[in-house]
T-cell receptor
Framework: AQRVTQPEKLLSVFKGAPVELKCNYS??????LFWYVQYSRQRLQLLLR??SRESIKGFTADLNKGETSFHLKKPFAQEEDSAMYYC??????????FGTGTRLQVFP | ETGVTQSPTHLIKTRGQQVTLRCSSQ?????VSWYQQALGQGPQFIFQ???????GRGNFPPRFSGLQFPNYSSELNVNALELDDSALYLC????????????FGEGSWLTVV
């Protein structure tokens, strides 16, 4: 079955602390993995994708095919990082399968 | 700022009624997908249209139907509305092909009472 699992509904950290949002996936084949972010009152937007191997807003994510994981990391959280984060995968079409999301709260 | 626009932004319907939601895709995009996002859940894929043809469908009943027009804009129609249809409906547009970014609209909030 094709599935994306985000085990944490809520992650709360203080500003400057490291952040790791977990994502595991199940897919028979070679999917493309994404992280999408939704800031308060804004639309869903792409944060990063595994094929680009970029660092966006200080966030990175490494695809671990052995553990079927794509965890999102940032060494020092900022208050403006507070948002909903969704992990998603795509197969051979532009169809996205999303996880249930993790709300990140960064306290001052 | 992306060019995907959706209308209406909010609407309330009664159980059993029908609803049409509209999406204008970003210029140059030929693929539109619709997602349903219930409260507290991630978006769930409803279906996708590519060059005016349905190109994949998620686990939604036939009362969810759609159209894509020659200008690549799209409609989502839901018949015989049920209370569980209350959700945020998201439209996403892209240029079909590996590596292309998918852009989302702000969504249409549907409440069924």
């Amino acid at each position: 079955a094709q599935r994306v699992t985000q085990p944490e509904k809520l992650l709360s950290v203080f500003k400057g602390a490291p952040v790791e949002l977990k994502c595991n996936y199940s897919y028979s084949g070679s999917p493309e993995l994404f992280w999408y972010v939704q800031y308060s009152r804004q639309r869903l937007q792409l944060l990063l994708r595994h094929i680009s191997r970029e660092s966006i807003k200080g966030f990175t994510a490494d695809l671990n095919k052995g553990e079927t994981s794509f965890h999102l990391k940032k060494p020092f959280a900022q208050e403006e990082d507070s948002a909903m984060y969704y992990c998603a995968l795509s197969g051979d079409t532009d169809k996205l399968i999303f996880g249930t999301g993790t709300r990140l709260q960064v306290f001052p | 700022e992306t060019g995907v626009t959706q209308s209406p932004t909010h609407l309330i319907k009664t159980r059993g009624q029908q609803v049409t939601l509209r999406c204008s895709s970003q210029s140059g995009h030929n693929t539109v997908s619709w997602y349903q996002q219930a409260l507290g859940q991630g978006p769930q894929f409803i279906f996708q249209y590519y060059r005016e043809e349905e190109n994949g469908r998620g686990n939604f009943p036939p009362r969810f139907s759609g159209l894509q027009f020659p200008n690549y804009s799209s409609e989502l129609n839901v018949n015989a509305l049920e209370l569980d249809d209350s959700a945020l409906y998201l439209c996403a547009s892209s240029l079909m092909g590996a590596g292309n970014t998918i852009y989302f609209g702000e969504g249409s909030w549907l409440t069924v009472v």
